[in-house]
């Protein structure tokens, strides 16, 4: 569709760039100048010849005979305006507009207005622009030609057509049918707009590695959700363009074992792997040392970052140390903690080993579960894949708690330390604050340090953050945190977790850090304090683990953010759609859209 200069900043102004994008501006009510012999609901034409009129200050009423109603009818006018008493004449014949209530029998409409032309059915728009200008600007550009010509089915493009042009309406409220149509064609203009902004580059790449030798080594048996994973990445760097695939996997899902099969597909080439700290840095190293003995794996952190050659590696390990120097060409790079970095440092990794022509491919990984209908939005943009079974069963009892429940929760934690097991305590601030009702880590350490030994205290923040939590791992008892503490980390020993002000986190978050226990098959505890009496959404959280199902429950009360710009990370991004609510309509635009998905 072309737009005309004298029209642009009209578009410009309504934020959208095609047909069916302004299609999507529906009317917000008709105005129905069509003839009726009954009363309608709505607001309806009259044609009248007035009686009597008589004022008073606060009341202008004309008595009138409705011709078309066959009834007598009164118009009211409260706190008239001087001119309106000169309006209405005896024996004069009006045609009016008006909602017409039948009050005892007696029908009255109140502040009706004239009319002059009269037939059809008129929508009225609430837009920055005029009604009138968002009528032209609607009946010149939203034409069945245009709405085909940009890809939308038939019978949406006609539903949105009578949407637009009624002509017969039921009802001022838009129908099922129309509502789908509207959702179809805002998630088609959106998901077209993502796929556009998807870019293809040639690898000279093409790792064809037989993983599953490497697979019948480990001392366990993968996971369907990891094989179906590493069959799409073999496939993916299998391909002429590099790959581009993010991975979701819920808190112990086992991501680590398929990044080190993505590792064993890409030989003979090299693999970097970058992570958000130190210690998950560390981790994954001795996991690729573990399961990847025959291969020559190298860490490098901001301490080790100048004494490492990384000529000879076969798989380079790093932190944000990656990015300052200079690295050997790799034909697969990986993030971990995606959302941890920035686009920018994600490029910059990209471009370091990056030579010529030689793209590599990219595996971007997410512990951060997102619902089915986002991940089939995000396909326009990017492959992805969703790991939903995890290696064994979390075995986590979770609970809201509250101000009466804190004696059992101190005895809990007394025994599970008797134990010789450890307890995160999460706070929502790091000091006090007017604001909010709860203490702050620094108000509620003292107790803590008083009453337990062992307690190591971390803002998240703070530059001594790792060695804290290292030195926590090894002898603490209990750790105070906010929750922006470390989720990379292994804590084997860490049973229980204790949110305080449980109600004002999101559930994904409240999952992340549900996540951090049980690590090790233990019996874990999730204690969700609150001062609120009751709370639905904490306990509908406590009776699922499956981050998946959590993800779409957190939509439903968050809504879903702006997955185009990125602005938003909740808070509804769509007019029509809800995407908890719509996957039917979500796969049936990628269905059209995407056919190869």
Known sequence: MEIAPKDASKFQRLGVSSASALALHAPVSYEDYRWYSEVKPYAQLVDVTVEAVSRTPRLLKVQAYAHNLSCNIELLFFSPKPYMTRLFHADERYTLYGKIDCNAGHAQVSHPKKVTQTGGITPKYKSPLRTDVMRKLIKEYVTYENLVAEGLPDTVARTLLEIHFPQQRSGMGLCEAELYALKFAELYDYMSALRKKRKYVASSFRCRSDWRAWSQTLPFQLTGSQV???????????????????????????????????????????????????????????????????????????????????????????????????????????????????????????????????????????????????????????????????????????????????????????????????????????????????????????????????????????????????????????????????????????????????????????????????RTGLQGYCYLFTYKSESERLEQFSRTMNGFDIAALDLKYRKSGDLLVGRNQSGKAFKWVDIGEDEAIVKAVQDRLLPKV
């Open 228 to 518: 179906e994973t590493i069959e799409a990445i073999a496939d993916d760097l299998q391909s002429k363009h590099a790959a581009r695939r993010m991975i979701v996997g819920d808190v112990g899902s086992g991501k680590t074992m398929v990044m080190l099969a993505a590792v064993m597909i890409a030989r003979p080439n090299r693999s970097v792997l970058m992570a958000p700290t130190t210690i998950l840095a560390q981790q994954l190293y001795e996991e690729a040392q573990k399961f990847l003995p025959h291969l020559h794996v190298k860490l490098l952190t901001h301490k080790s970052a100048k004494n490492v050659s990384l000529d000879d590696a076969d798989f380079i390990i790093g932190t944000h140390a990656l990015l300052y120097r200079e690295l050997p060409e790799a034909a697969l790079i990986m993030v971990d903690e995606q959302h941890r970095f920035g686009t920018a440092q994600r490029n910059i990794l990209e471009k370091l080993v990056t030579q010529g022509d030689q793209h590599p491919h990219f595996l971007q990984f997410s512990a951060t579960p997102i619902p089915r209908t986002q991940a089939m939005i995000d396909a326009a943009h990017i492959d992805v894949s969703l790991m939903t079974q995890t290696p064994f069963k979390k075995n986590i009892a979770t609970e809201v708690i509250y101000k009466k429940d804190f004696p059992a929760l101190l005895q809990h934690i007394t025994t599970e330390l008797e134990r010789q097991h450890q307890v995160l305590l999460v706070y929502p601030l790091v000091e006090q604050s007017s604001m909010l009702a709860y203490q702050s880590i620094e108000e509620a350490r003292a107790f803590w340090e008083k009453q337990f030994e062992n307690v190591y205290v971390t803002y998240g923040k703070d530059k001594n953050k790792e060695e804290v939590l290292l030195a926590f791992r090894e002898k603490g008892n209990i750790l105070i945190a906010t929750t922006v503490v470390e989720v990379g980390i292994s804590l084997p020993r860490l049973s229980t977790v204790v949110i305080v002000g449980a109600e004002r986190l999101g559930l994904s978050t409240l999952h992340q850090l549900r996540g951090r226990v049980s």
